[in-house]
């Protein structure tokens, strides 16, 4: 349980440091959240 925890704060940070350093990825990740969002919704 406790990699899993550490494997999701690893792709956070990852994540977080893409979009800040590159621009396009935050379009990217804006699109793919909420399409997560909107599946979990229904």
């Known amino acids: 349980m406790k990699n899993f ?3 999701i704060v690893v792709v956070l ?3 977080i440091l893409a ?3 590159i621009p ?3 379009d990217f990740v ?4 909420f399409q997560y969002l ?3 919704a229904r």
């Open 5 to 7: 925890y550490l494997c």
């Open 13 to 15: 940070v990852i994540t």
């Open 19 to 21: 979009v800040a350093l």
């Open 24 to 26: 396009a990825v935050s």
């Open 30 to 33: 804006e699109r793919v959240f």
């Open 38 to 40: 909107g599946r979990a």
